[in-house]
């Protein structure tokens, strides 16, 4: 099955800094990469995703990449204000795993302001 | 849309009762999923539904727990005997078909077992 791994599992950056985290899968099949986002208390929230034809992918001041071939991806966050702090989980799937996400190991990101 | 409801969202049992965690997805979702999440192992998908019929079940921990889903609109995802390792907050999600299909989650059900 699928494998999938994060790091690092935790970030601390200034205010206005950028972040990025990265992740690994195993399963070349993979084909779909979102990235959730899970705020203290509270549950896992969708707040970008990639599909396997695209290679980048960018809404404001989030971006993801995916290399296919090195069967990594990221997750970039520039301009990083204090709301951003959170525990950001990487997530891969594909049609044989039946809609099944396999979850990286979450990185807790701190926002300094 | 009222999104995944879950109930209870806390609950406090003694080791050795049953635990019974209920769960409404999105009106209209075929995929269901359990999920459990601590600070050790993470979130970890333990079964999961597409058309009310139970696909995958291998994250199931043991036979203590079960999982069911009479119908489109409800799950039930159930521990007896309850031990205290199985304190963790229980997420149920729904999507709709497809890969690539956002997967929304519940709010949780935060489960102490003492």
């Known amino acids: 099955g699928e494998n999938v791994e994060q790091h690092p599992s935790t970030l601390s950056v200034q205010e206005g800094d950028s972040a990025v985290i990265k992740c690994t899968y195993s399963?070349?099949?993979?084909?779909?990469f979102p990235w959730y986002k899970q705020e203290l208390g509270k549950r896992p929230q969708l707040i970008i995703d990639?599909?396997?034809?695209?290679g980048e992918k960018k809404d404001q001041r989030i971006a993801v990449t995916l290399n296919k071939t090195a069967k990594h991806f990221s997750l970039h966050i520039t301009e990083t204000q204090p709301e951003d702090s959170a525990v950001y989980f990487c997530?891969?799937?594909?049609?044989?795993?039946?809609?099944?996400?396999?979850f990286g190991g979450g990185t807790r990101v701190l926002v300094k302001p | 849309d009222a999104g995944v409801i879950q109930s209870p969202r806390h609950e406090v049992t003694e080791m050795g009762q049953e635990v019974t965690l209920r769960c409404k997805p999105i009106?209209?979702?075929?995929?269901l999923f359990w999920y459990r999440q601590t600070m050790m192992r993470g979130l970890e998908l333990l079964i999961y539904?597409?058309?009310?019929?139970?696909?995958?079940d291998s994250g199931m921990p043991e036979d203590r727990f079960s999982a069911k889903m009479p119908n489109a609109s409800f799950s039930t995802l159930k521990i007896q005997p309850s031990e205290p390792r199985d304190s963790a907050v229980y997420f149920c999600?729904?999507?709709?078909?497809?890969?690539?299909?956002?997967?929304?989650f519940g709010e949780g059900s935060w489960l102490t077992v003492v």
């Open positions: 539904f597409n058309n009310n019929v139970p696909i995958d």
């Open positions: 009106s209209g979702h075929d995929y």
């Open positions: 997530a891969a799937t594909s049609k044989a795993a039946g809609n099944k996400l396999t």
């Open positions: 399963d070349s099949a993979s084909n779909y």
């Open positions: 999600a729904s999507s709709s078909h497809g890969v690539g299909n956002t997967i929304y």
């Open positions: 990639i599909r396997s034809n695209v």
